[in-house]
């Protein structure tokens, strides 16, 4: 056999940088031209205020993004994550109004509750074997049925905890830096990013994300409990989900129980401009960050244009579908 | 998780009730337009509170939003089935239903339209706000507020149903009123979230807007939402009640809101099957009212007895 | 040792290779002008009937693998030309090329006596080739007729619509022409094997086929149904039509073909009449006279019993397995394709359910229900199927040897210790000299034989020590092949114990030093590395049930 060649030296070092790199320098050439475009277009477009409403309005489906990104690089799907988000917070509500309990016990209730429910769903698609389109397609329809049962079809207000604010609405880095006027949403989103990130690099979690995604039957076949961790999986992205119910329910000062319905698809859209396949076994985190702020800098970019809604909903698409096809097309070159 | 249960339980017991609960009382069919806002809570209690005074059994559903005009059709047809005596409807889309609709009136079943009016004459009557006059109510109180010019916008609730095109146009005839007054954008969102993220766009827009008109209880929240998060002094009126619309114009945030007479309407869609059945005549729409409210009056009963939560 | 004479290098080694059948592209270089080749005139012995098809100087090559070399065919109109040889002499690659699956590097076809070029399958079946495959390619949804005539249904009313009734009605004639009753409106799902294999041959005859190529068509058939594709075919050979038959199975031969081509390595060796050319003449042809240079370490491995399988079962593919592993042992598993030697691996291994039959590991009696339960117990199975089952082909090269002992690197149970990982993916790397530039290569840039270092070494990382390789040179060029038996008997004599599945006798031979031969699902025998030739296991080999008794 002959020895490494140059060439193979060549390949290694586009594998090692940039094709995971490149797709993230896709999306985010397209951010940057998205940014300049309306910048043109619009003299009131580039402003921190601005900046800080498109943020603020990125923070909830840039989280939803992140559990659907954990589950697709895995090659699986999550179609619940809306109704699931809207279920964590109505847990949060019932739990710190209806039960008068303190936050620092409703808060993490979200979080175990979408856990739980993850876990449910990804048992059912490990052991039963039953595909994760199919039950997390049932559990989307599920979840929401039970949000308005629960709740009667009755909001949850959170006037009697004003505390809860503290996770969306208030900007405490305003208070250190006067008129920044950054949400702590944001900076939610940002630590949910960073420990989303650290999962699937630096823990075992994450390197069996990627490598079920990759060929699960090889990893089966190496001795590892594959079913094991993909309850995991959906235990961790049903966690993210009740984080995001957390943002949505105290932007809203109240658990809606009718939302949440097509937060799935807007998270998916996101995951997938920012690189990730659905085949799985390729995706970043900073990837679906950036698809997140690509949809939300759309919309805001052309109602601030003053584009009629419709188009905004077509230029969403053909976006989705660009990104894709030249992401494609970048890595079938190299 | 009480109410967990409970739900479960009932879900089990669902079908045997209904199918034994109208074997004695005359039933009616009522079809409402969705339930994602507090609205329709109240229009069903108008309902419930009405079939109880007249002896009767009745069922509440909807689609789960207003954008499935499908589904609705789909409940339309599955109430059919149940042979009701009577038929209370909230036209999601009027012309898609006729055919739907049309079933009901082959078989002599009256229906009674609420909320908005089907563009046919298979009702016997309507009962329904005003949907333009209550909009150009709003107009009005817009412009009173921020003295008669300047720009404004508007975020309509849907793009498609009679009230958001009846609103929509009653605001923007009685704006066209007033040559000083510049509309400079219209949107379209039905969610909180999604409408404050709207307003906050047009607001960067459009930095001299003077007020903002909001069609129903979403967008209106996320008028509240998208002032609050901005600090902006934009002056809003919005559409409809709900604790959180409340909260908003209490707090200043809004300036006031339309609100219509759900409760009356859902009293209304019941009373009028009954009398109808009862033979009598009926006129061909009954204008369930609505008001304009601000901090000032909103405990006056007249008013406190059509808000809700 | 037996008397062998001081024979040349290894021929196993050499053993050409056919692609692999989920090839996805097949990676050639396009074809130059098929050259005319100078070959000698074919010195078979002559039927008097027409030959239909000739195929001259037939030569192709697979990156790293001269699979053909100079192949000649002819056959006659009429006639049943059996073709035969070892697995991975040549004979799919040959037929490939016939039916216009892959392009010859040199060589020509020529079909009634005109030169023609076959550039994809429907050429082929525009000149009337078609072929049946071992694997039949029918959609079990719709009819049979529909099957049959699929892209070109009969149609009316303006050719928008399939005239259903006219496509039956052709159906059932091509059907009543093949004297085989089967209704054209059944779903294809709903018939036996055979009765699909019929409605294969029946499509291929809907299109005037005048030569037929058979893949292996008995494997999934029983005793009545290969007399019923038996009387098929002697109509057919009534009917003018040629069929060329590849099989294995001696009987089979003897009794439908009326010649014999014989293939090894990728070389044509010769044409013999099957009527007077016996068995054992046959076989010696397959397996070739030179035998085997073996290179095999000497003495058994004396060690304990680490690995006792009794009465195993499971589906129709395993029938009462039974057999013993030693310690320093290589046990070779010989057999023809589909003899059940990768369903016993894959069973012991916990990666499909067994019926019945015990597993005692160490003189323990174990359970073992996954793949998991398996690798807690010391046992590695490396697939056939590297890229499928054996690597994850985009992960790196560390992540792969690692991958079944990641839970070992965990500092507080979840982070991984990067380094540890390195150092150890490191340390496997120079062991067992995978080629890569480094650990964090991805795996798939790698050739096969380090691929499959790679796979040897992540079950040694994990302290595996009774390792069933399947097919371990499948896809390996031949350079590779010796290092990889150098590798596996250096494990054998550090005390592994392992199994050897391999359909090339050559490499068995070499490598084992006891043999468990298979055949449709049942050992049928056993021998000593010592005293085992292709012949013998040829023989064990082809013994099927009816024969046995």
Same mark, same amino acid.
Request: hydrophobic fraction near 45%.
């Given at each position: ?107 993490? *209730? ?18 039963? $074997? ?7 397609? *049932? ?14 079809? $009755? ?5 009697? $905890? ?60 190496? *001795? ?13 992205? *049903? ?96 | 998780?009480?109410? %967990? ?102 078989? +002599? ?12 004459? %298979? ?41 958001? %095109? ?16 510049? %509309? ?90 009954? +009398? ?34 | ?64 693998? @001269? ?8 056959? @006659? ?11 991975? #002499? ?125 893949? /292996?068509?008995? &494997? ?12 098929? =075919? ?9 069929? =060329?038959?590849?099989? @294995? ?17 990728? !070389? ?48 129709? @593919? ?37 019926? &019945? ?16 339960? #398996? ?71 790698? &050739? ?34 010796? /290092?990889?038996?150098?590798?596996? !008997? ?7 114990? =392992?199994?050897?599945?391999? &359909? ?46």
């Amino acid at each position: 056999m002959s020895t490494i060649s140059a060439t193979t030296v060549e390949n290694e070092k586009s594998s090692f940088f940039s094709v995971a790199a490149l797709q993230k320098v896709v999306a985010f050439a397209v951010l940057l031209l998205l940014v300049a475009f309306f910048s043109l277009a619009s003299p009131v477009f580039f402003s921190w205020l601005n900046a800080v409403n498109i943020m603020t309005a990125t923070a909830v489906n840039a989280v939803l993004g992140i559990a659907c990104t954990l589950v697709i690089i895995s090659a699986g799907i999550d179609l619940s994550v809306g109704t699931l988000m809207t279920f964590c917070a109505i847990i949060t509500g019932i739990l710190s109004i209806n039960w008068g309990l303190p936050l620092w016990i409703g808060i993490p *209730g979200a979080l175990l509750t979408g856990a739980l429910v993850g876990a449910f769903s990804g048992s059912l698609i490990a052991y039963l $074997k039953i595909p994760p389109f199919i039950v997390t397609l *049932g559990f989307m329809r599920a979840l929401y049925g039970l949000n308005v049962v629960v709740t009667s079809a $009755k909001p949850i207000y959170f006037d009697d $905890k004003p505390d809860y604010a503290f996770i969306s609405p208030d900007s405490t880095i305003s208070l250190l830096i006067p008129g920044l006027g950054i949400p702590n949403a944001v900076f939610v989103m940002i630590l949910v990013a960073i420990f989303a990130a650290i999962i699937l690099n630096r823990t075992i979690l994450g390197r069996f994300i990627y490598a079920l995604g990759s060929n699960e039957e090889a990893v089966r076949l190496s *001795g590892v409990n594959v079913n094991l961790w993909k309850v995991g999986i959906y235990a961790l992205s *049903g966690m993210i989900c009740g984080i995001a119910g957390l943002l949505l329910s105290s932007r809203l000062g109240s658990a809606q129980p009718a939302i949440g319905m097509g937060y799935e698809l807007d998270a998916i859209a996101a995951t997938v401009i920012g690189g990730t396949s659905l085949t799985g076994g390729r995706g970043t985190i900073l990837g679906t960050i950036i698809g997140a702020f690509i949809i939300s800098i759309l919309s805001n970019g052309l109602t601030v244009l003053s584009v009629a809604d419709e188009w905004k909903y077509v230029a969403t698409g053909a976006i989705l579908v660009t990104a894709v096809y030249v992401d494609m097309r970048l890595r079938n070159r190299s | 998780m009480k109410k %967990l249960i409970a739900a479960a339980a009932l879900l089990g017991a669902a079908t045997a009730l209904s199918a034994t609960a109208h074997a004695d009382s005359p039933y009616y069919a009522i079809i409402a337009k969705g339930f994602d806002h507090q609205f329709w809570q109240a229009v069903k209690k108008g309902a419930e509170d009405q079939a109880k005074a007249d002896g009767v059994t009745i069922t509440f559903e909807g689609p789960k939003t207003e954008a499935e005009i499908d589904k609705q059709i789909d409940i339309l047809n599955a109430d059919f089935a149940k042979k009701p005596v009577g038929l209370g409807f909230a036209a999601l889309d009027t012309k898609a239903e006729t055919k739907a609709l049309q079933q009901y009136a082959d078989a +002599k079943i009256p229906i009674v339209a609420f909320d908005s009016g089907v563009a046919n004459d %298979l009702p016997v009557t309507t009962c329904t706000t005003d949907n333009e006059a209550a909009a150009a109510e709003a107009a009005k109180q817009l412009a009173k507020a921020i003295g008669d010019e300047g720009e404004v916008a508007d975020e309509i609730h849907d793009q498609t149903s009679a009230t958001g %095109l009846g609103r929509r146009k009653g605001f923007e005839e009685e704006i066209a009123k007033h040559p000083k007054i510049k %509309l400079v954008d219209t949107r379209f969102a039905n969610a909180d979230a999604k409408a404050a993220d709207d307003i906050k766009a047009i607001l960067t827009a459009h930095p001299n807007l003077k007020g903002i008109f909001a069609s129903n209880e979403g967008a209106a929240n996320g008028l509240a939402i998208a002032k609050k998060e901005t600090g902006s002094k934009v002056i809003g009126i919005g559409f409809d009640s709900g604790k959180k619309q409340k909260d908003a114009i209490n707090s200043g945030l809004l300036a006031g809101a339309i609100t219509q007479n759900p409760v009356g309407i859902g009293q209304c869609a019941v009373s009028s099957l009954t +009398k109808v059945l009862k033979g009598e005549k009926l006129p061909k729409t009954i204008d369930t009212g609505f008001y304009y409210y601000t901090k000032d009056n909103m405990n006056d009963p007249k008013i406190a007895a059509v808000l809700y939560d | 040792m037996a008397k062998k004479p001081p024979q040349k290098k290894t021929t196993g080694a050499k053993k050409a290779k056919p692609a692999p059948k989920a090839m996805a592209k097949p990676a050639m270089a396009p074809l130059s002008a098929a050259m005319p080749h100078p070959a000698p005139m074919v010195a078979t012995p002559t039927t008097t009937k027409p030959v239909v098809v000739e195929m001259r100087g037939i030569d192709k090559s697979f990156p790293g693998v @001269h699979a053909l070399k100079s192949v000649r065919l002819d056959l @006659h109109a009429g006639e049943v030309l059996a073709l035969m040889g070892e697995n991975g #002499a040549g004979k799919s690659t040959m037929m490939k090329i016939l039916t216009g699956v892959y392009q010859p590097d040199a060589g020509e076809i020529l079909v009634d006596g005109k030169p023609v070029t076959v550039p994809n399958p429907r050429a082929a079946q525009e000149l009337g080739i078609s072929i049946i495959h071992q694997e039949l390619n029918l959609m079990n949804h719709l009819s049979a007729a529909q099957n049959i005539f699929i892209g070109r249904e009969p149609r009316r009313g303006f050719g928008i619509f399939t005239d259903n009734a006219a496509l039956n009605a052709k159906t059932r004639e091509v059907f009543k022409r093949m004297k085989v009753d089967i209704p054209p409106d059944v779903e294809v799902g709903e018939l036996t094997v055979a009765k699909q294999q019929l409605v294969e041959i029946a499509k291929a005859l809907s299109f005037d086929s005048k030569v037929l190529v058979m893949d /292996e068509p008995t &494997s999934a058939l029983n005793e009545k149904e290969v007399e019923h594709l038996f009387a098929v =075919i002697e109509d057919l050979k009534r009917h003018g039509v040629a069929i =060329i038959y590849i099989t @294995h199975k001696m009987d089979e031969v003897k009794r439908i073909a009326d010649r014999i081509t014989v293939m090894r390595d990728g !070389q044509y060796i010769d044409t013999v009449s099957a009527a007077t050319t016996s068995m054992a003449k046959i076989i010696s042809l397959m397996v070739g006279r030179e035998l085997v240079d073996s290179t095999r370490e000497e003495g058994r491995g004396n060690g304990e019993e680490v690995l006792r399988v009794t009465g195993l079962n499971s589906g129709k @593919h395993i029938k009462n397995v039974s057999f013993s592993l030693n310690k320093g042992e290589i046990l070779g598993f010989a057999g023809l394709m589909g003899a059940g030697r990768t369903e016993v691996a894959r069973a012991i291994f916990g990666a499909d359910p067994i019926d &019945s039959g015990e597993i005692y590991i160490h003189g323990k009696k174990s359970r073992i229900k996954s793949p998991a339960d #398996a690798v807690r117990n010391g046992l590695a199975y490396l697939s056939e199927d590297r890229k499928r089952f054996g690597i994850v082909t985009r992960m790196s090269v560390r992540d792969n040897i690692t991958l079944p002992s990641w839970g070992r690197y965990l500092t507080a149970r979840l982070w991984m210790n990067d380094r540890a990982l390195n150092k150890d993916a490191h340390e496997y790397v120079g062991r067992l000299k995978v080629k890569t530039p480094h650990v964090h290569q991805e795996s798939r840039l790698l &050739s096969g034989g380090n691929q499959q270092k790679v796979v040897i070494a992540k079950w040694l990382l994990r302290d595996c020590d009774i390792l069933f390789f399947d097919e371990p040179t499948r896809g390996i060029d031949v350079g590779a092949k010796a /290092e990889i038996y150098k590798l596996l !008997q250096n494990l054998a004599a550090q005390g592994k114990a =392992i199994v050897v599945i391999s &359909s090339e006798l050559p490499e068995v031979i070499r490598l084992s030093h006891r043999i468990v031969v298979m055949c449709e699902g049942r050992v049928t025998g056993e021998l000593d590395g010592k005293d085992a030739t292709q012949e013998s296991i040829m023989h064990l080999a082809t013994l099927r049930q009816a024969n046995a008794a």
